[in-house]
């Protein structure tokens, strides 16, 4: 299970690339709404967030671990040499670069699975009326869900420094919408995420590399800012939040001896122009609107 470190002249060139979009600004407020409640559209207008309890129930969370879990055993066969990344069936799969001392095999230090929203339990969500109806009064009634990933925040690992997901996009219009299905408990102990209430009204911010030594690839950080009010968000198993792509938001360190689990998606709305090459963690799929009938 030996491993090579990620040199920092790769950490600077994927920061710099984040970089091409900072000072973007989102100033898009939701005003009229067909289903969201008055609470919701507040929270969204002035937090950047909507955090809805018992959105699905724990035998779903329960069923989606299980599919991810297989998932897994396919991409990463027994005896597999480490690398940072496994790719197999149209998914991607990224391994934790700090050491686990309670990993016994690579699937128990995989952190993130790309690209699973096509098909299972994870496209049956996407098409759930309940989260389509809150997206459309948010994005329009055209819809794309283009990234999935679940992360599986292990024991002993880091959390995910503070940044702004819009500035991994490259994108001609925003918002983008998180949607994070809390697919186990999330808590202070375990890595819980952690929000900036109201830093979605703010441009995109200069993300540099995370410094930490053995820290994952891809990992960047907010440093000009203070950081005092933020909130951490304690989640039961099927509770959804769903959150602006311009929100400051991090995750904690995983203290405890359990892993943390959470799916999450990425809406825009349908003919976003991502730019000259597409992310190869993006898979664009209609789930409402005119781009179902292309």
Known sequence: MDRKEIDEESKQDFSNRVNLQAGRTSEREVVSTKFMTEDQRNSW??????????????????????????IIS??????????????????????????????????????????IHSRGLFNEFINNEGLLNILEDIIGPDIDCFLSQFI????????QPWHQDSSYFPFDREPQVAAWLATSEATLENGCLVVLP?????????????????????????????????????????????FHSFLMHKSYDN??????????????????????????????ISVRGKGLNV
């Not at 937090?47 to 299980?66: S, T």
């Not at 441009?203 to 960047?220: A, F, I, K, Q, V």
């Not at 799916?263 to 190869?280: K, L, Q, R």
């Open 152 to 159: 599986l925040k292990n024991p002993g690992a880091w959390g």
């Open 74 to 115: 396919q991409l990463i066969p027994e005896g597999s040499a480490f690398s940072h990344a496994y790719a197999g069936d149209g998914h991607i799969a990224i391994r934790e670069m700090k050491p686990s001392p309670e990993a016994k095999t690579i699937a128990d230090e995989i952190s993130k699975v790309f690209r």
């Open 198 to 242: 109201g830093s979605h009204k703010e441009s995109l911010h200069e993300h540099l590399p995370d410094d930490r030594e053995g820290s994952n690839y891809g990992y960047t950080e907010i440093k000009d800012h203070d950081f005092s009010k933020e909130i951490p968000l304690l989640l039961n198993k099927g509770d959804l939040l769903l």
């Open 45 to 70: 207008n002035e937090g950047g967030y909507i955090l809805i309890p018992n959105f699905v129930d724990e035998n779903f969370c329960d069923d989606m671990n299980l599919e991810l879990a297989e």
């Open 255 to 284: 203290k405890s001896n359990a892993k943390r689990s959470a799916m999450v998606y990425h809406f825009a709305e349908t003919g976003t122009n991502f730019g000259e090459i597409d992310s190869p963690t993006n898979e664009w």
